[in-house]
């Protein structure tokens, strides 16, 4: 029988090689098919809605999508940035992020690499560099650095170890687009923030310093919107003459936070006023009570500015209307209304603020981003002579005040004296509102008992709100009857709130529904709900039983009066 490769006189070798071409062939034909399947792809993707987007339109989504990521300063997992993602969808894409610089422009990432390749596509478009991790550019900040002249934005935070050379990098150029700096230090160094940007940046308009020493003048500030430094080395305190005279220079300032406590110098009372009357925001901690009224009373600010004090610490009212003078210069200019007041304490530690609107929406004590807070004030006070009932003295600092509206938390009981003062220096007062306060004092303050109609501690009361509060036993019923006795005198409590108030069981709740025409509970309940025996209607808890003594073990048969054993001999 004739074989196929004797009836084709093909020799193996020979076979081998044909199979072989016929294997190159059939490659190329795959090739060319998925070239052709690559083109059929990408005529499909010109013809979607994001391809038919004119270039300009796209890379402005591009850029918007990236940079709300970028501004965060958290670089990616993988060190690549965010922009890389968009050129890996298609050639359309990649072609339109390549050819638009400002994609590029935003930089945060900690690898080396990348960093590079972001230099080169942003062209010579301005930079954002925002980093807010101490190791997020540890390896490449002086390649970033290098192009100090085209950044208009640049936050920097660092470990001390790189602080010093990194400010060598920026004394090194000048930065004339530059708008925004932003530089903190983490450990002990602080490097000097001395002759930067080789005195020139021009455009500059924010400035945040944390943990530097700081030359108060330099005169690149002086066309600042916003100044915040805070931690500054003890050795950098100015005097009050040399902060004055910065601020002096800063006459455009809007924002201007301290965190920094200035020294007295002989020739204060020669130093003029300084008008900061673009001034919105101003925030002061460390401060002594002396320094601060010092400083306002040689300040010309507008009349609605937003003030938050930290101050050491307070002894007695003299001092509140000290500073007052020194805030409001003029009682008789035209200022926005005050309508609510929230008074804090935690251990030794009093928080007092005013605001124009009746609520306060925001959890921050000191200097809130809330613009209604017009006044911020924490102070300390000696447990020695702590007097809750100074916070309201504070109100002589807002003029003209028209306080509706009392919050309260305090970690103890404010005693009834707490409470009279606040219904003397707050006549209209309409809601009061108590978060994780005990409320003895207050019922007690609430109580008239034989006294006048006019001697009715708030007569202008007619919403209580009471959240996270402990009753005792007997205080449900107290207040029941507190409710009743003012509806007799005509400033009866119209609203009441009952939120997480422990130990108020379901028929207290609906004994003040019957007495107040507005109640709200939650229905809250604990596991177990008791005043421990702190009122008058619960009995004292019994003591917990002493332990019976162990009985005496019983003598061992096998041993001796003198306790050692028999031995068998």
Not at 49 to 70: D, G, H, K, Q, V
Not at 238 to 266: C, I, K, N, V
Not at 304 to 313: T, Y
Not at 381 to 390: K, P, V
Request: aromatic content about 8%; glycine content about 4%.
């Amino acid at each position: 029988m004739m074989t196929l490769s004797a009836s084709l006189d093909v020799t193996p070798r020979s076979r081998t090689a044909l199979i072989e071409h016929a294997h190159r062939d059939i490659d190329k034909e795959i090739i060319a098919l998925v070239e052709s399947m690559r083109v059929l792809r990408s005529r499909k993707n010109a013809l979607t809605y994001t391809c038919l987007l004119p270039p300009e339109i796209l890379a402005a989504t591009f850029i918007y999508i990236t940079e709300e990521e970028s501004y965060s300063g958290t670089p990616s997992h993988c060190g690549a940035p965010l922009s890389l993602a968009v050129t890996h969808v298609c050639r359309h894409w990649r072609q339109v992020a390549l050819e638009c610089a400002t994609l590029w422009t935003s930089i945060n990432c900690a690898s080396a690499h990348w960093v590079a390749i972001m230099l080169e596509r942003s062209k010579k478009a301005a930079l954002v560099v925002i980093c807010s991790a101490p190791t997020s550019l540890h390896q490449c900040f002086e390649q970033v650095l290098s192009q100090l002249p085209r950044i208009k934005v640049l936050q920097l935070c660092s470990f001390s170890s790189d602080a010093n050379r990194i400010v060598d990098c920026l004394s090194s150029q000048p930065a004339p687009l530059l708008q925004i700096f932003k530089f903190s230090v983490q450990g002990a160094i602080h490097p000097g923030i001395n002759a930067i940007f080789q005195g020139c940046a021009p455009q500059l308009r924010s400035v945040e310093l944390m943990q530097c020493s700081f030359n108060w003048t330099l005169g690149i500030f002086s066309g600042l919107r916003t100044l915040d430094v805070r931690q500054t080395a003890p050795s950098s305190y100015p005097t009050l003459s040399q902060l004055l005279s910065a601020l002096r220079h800063m006459s455009g300032l809007e924002q201007l936070t301290f965190d920094l406590l200035p020294t007295a110098s002989e020739d204060n009372e020669l130093f003029d006023k300084v008008s900061l009357t673009r001034l919105k925001s101003m925030a002061l901690a460390g401060f002594t009570i002396q320094t601060t009224i010092f400083l306002f009373s040689h300040l010309l600010l507008p009349v609605d500015v937003k003030i938050a004090l930290n101050i050491a610490r307070i002894v007695g009212p003299e001092g509140l209307f000290g500073l007052c003078s020194a805030i409001h210069k003029d009682v008789n200019e035209s200022f926005s209304v005050i309508r609510s007041m929230r008074a804090t304490c935690s251990s030794d530690v009093f928080g007092v603020q005013f605001s124009t609107s009746m609520a306060f929406t925001s959890g921050y004590i000191w200097n809130p981003p809330d613009s209604d807070i017009r006044l911020s004030i924490e102070f300390t006070c000696d447990s020695s002579d702590r007097n809750s009932a100074i916070v309201f003295d504070m109100c002589c600092m807002v003029p003209h005040y028209k306080i509706r509206s009392l919050f309260v938390s305090f970690p103890l009981d404010p005693q009834e004296s707490f409470w009279r003062a606040g219904s003397t220096a707050l006549p209209e007062l309409e809601s009061i509102h108590l978060n994780g306060t005990l409320i003895g004092g207050l019922i007690a303050a609430l109580q008239t008992g034989d006294a006048q109609s006019s001697d009715i501690a708030y007569p202008s009361l007619h919403a209580l709100e009471l959240e996270n509060i402990h009753f005792g036993c007997d205080q449900p019923w107290d207040l029941r009857d507190i409710v009743m006795i003012r509806a007799e005198y005509g400033v009866a409590l119209h609203e009441l709130r009952l939120a997480k108030c422990g130990n108020l069981l379901a028929n207290e709740a609906q004994f003040l529904r019957e007495v107040v025409v507005d109640v709200e509970w939650d229905g809250y309940k604990e596991d177990q709900y008791s005043c421990r025996g702190l009122c008058d209607r619960c009995p004292e808890p019994e003591p917990e039983p002493e332990p019976e003594p162990e009985p005496e073990p019983e003598p061992d048969p096998d041993s001796d009066s003198d306790g050692d054993a028999h031995s068998e001999d």
